[in-house]
């Protein structure tokens, strides 16, 4: 029974744990070197993208 208290105890802990924004910078270069591969992304919204996506990956660990 302890074995398991603790598992969820682990769980927890790692679910708290925040979030650094390099971890964040580098989830949303990913996401933007995805679209960029896939063609839906080109230099000329290239700003404008990032931020969205950078917004949206904030709002979304946070």
Same mark, same amino acid.
């Given at each position: 029974?302890?074995? $398991?208290?603790?598992?969820?105890?682990? &769980?927890?802990?790692?679910?708290?744990?925040?979030? @650094?924004?390099?971890?964040?910078?580098? $989830? @949303?270069?990913?996401?933007i070197v995805k679209f960029i591969e896939c063609g839906r992304l080109s230099p000329a919204n290239f700003d404008e @993208?990032?931020? &969205?996506?950078?917004?949206?990956?904030?709002? @979304?660990?946070?």
């Amino acid at each position: 029974m302890s074995s $398991v208290k603790n598992q969820g105890d682990a &769980q927890d802990k790692s679910l708290s744990k925040a979030i @650094t924004d390099e971890a964040i910078l580098k $989830v @949303t270069k990913e996401i933007i070197v995805k679209f960029i591969e896939c063609g839906r992304l080109s230099p000329a919204n290239f700003d404008e @993208t990032f931020e &969205q996506v950078y917004k949206k990956v904030v709002s @979304t660990v946070r």
